[in-house]
T-cell receptor, first 113, second 114 residues
Framework: EDQVTQSPEALRLQEGESSSLNCSYT??????LFWYRQDPGKGPEFLFT???AGEEKEKERLKATLTKKESFLHITAPKPEDSATYLC??????????????FGKGTSLLVTP | DSGVTQTPKHLITATGQRVTLRCSPR?????VYWYQQSLDQGLQFLIQ???????AKGNILERFSAQQFPDLHSELNLSSLELGDSALYFC?????????????FGDGTRLSIL
């Protein structure tokens, strides 16, 4: 069974203090690793898809990387508006050719001024 | 705005009752997914429909059912409600059936069982 583990559970940073969030996964065959951002009271917002080891994607202060066992979300010089819960998920294949996301429990990030 | 619309935003009801949650996917998206989010379990996949057909079933209770209509909107029906069913229910949609397509989420329905 696919498993996704995120660490740390919570992270507090000062504005400008760069850091990384970790997502470890075990899957029978990777069909896509996804990063989402979730603000309180809102649905998850899509950030990145990574498909193969060595792949990297960037968006503003965020950079996602992928190895065969882990993905990292690097946050460079974060701002208070980057505060949110960051969710990692892998795509799971079901018997009737269906797909769904298997999520980790998330990292709650707080960036203080 | 993801383009996925969920109604109602909040629902308060009692144990034993039945409710229906509604989802309109993004324009052009054929797949609809339902997820449940609770504090202790995180986001859990319930069920997927593609162009009106059920394609994947996750941790969905027998008391719960869903369908996708010809206009592609979907409804999640929850019956014989229990206190433990209190959660956020999210709908997501994607273009089709390709594995690396992202799912786009609505803002959810918060269900409270009293």
């Amino acid at each position: 069974e696919d498993q996704v583990t995120q660490s740390p559970e919570a992270l507090r940073l000062q504005e400008g203090e760069s850091s990384s969030l970790n997502c470890s996964y075990t899957v029978s065959g990777l069909r896509g690793l996804f990063w989402y951002r979730q603000d309180p009271g809102k649905g998850p917002e899509f950030l990145f898809t990574l498909y193969s080891a060595g792949e990297e994607k960037e968006k503003e202060r965020l950079k996602a990387t992928l190895t065969k066992k882990e993905s990292f979300l690097h946050i460079t010089a974060p701002k208070p508006e980057d505060s949110a819960t960051y969710l990692c998920a892998v795509q799971a294949l079901y018997s009737n050719s269906g797909y769904a996301l298997n999520f980790g429990k998330g990292t709650s990030l707080l960036v203080t001024p | 705005d993801s383009g996925v619309t969920q109604t109602p935003k909040h629902l308060i009801t009692a144990t034993g009752q039945r409710v229906t949650l509604r989802c309109s996917p993004r324009s052009g998206d054929l797949s609809v997914y339902w997820y449940q989010q609770s504090l202790d379990q995180g986001l859990q996949f319930l069920i997927q429909y593609y162009n009106g057909e059920e394609r994947a079933k996750g941790n969905i209770l027998e008391r719960f059912s869903a369908q996708q209509f010809p206009d592609l909107h979907s409804e999640l029906n929850l019956s014989s409600l229990e206190l433990g069913d209190s959660a956020l229910y999210f709908c997501a949609s994607s273009v089709g059936q390709v594995s690396n397509q992202p799912q786009h989420f609505g803002d959810g329905t918060r269900l409270s069982i009293l």
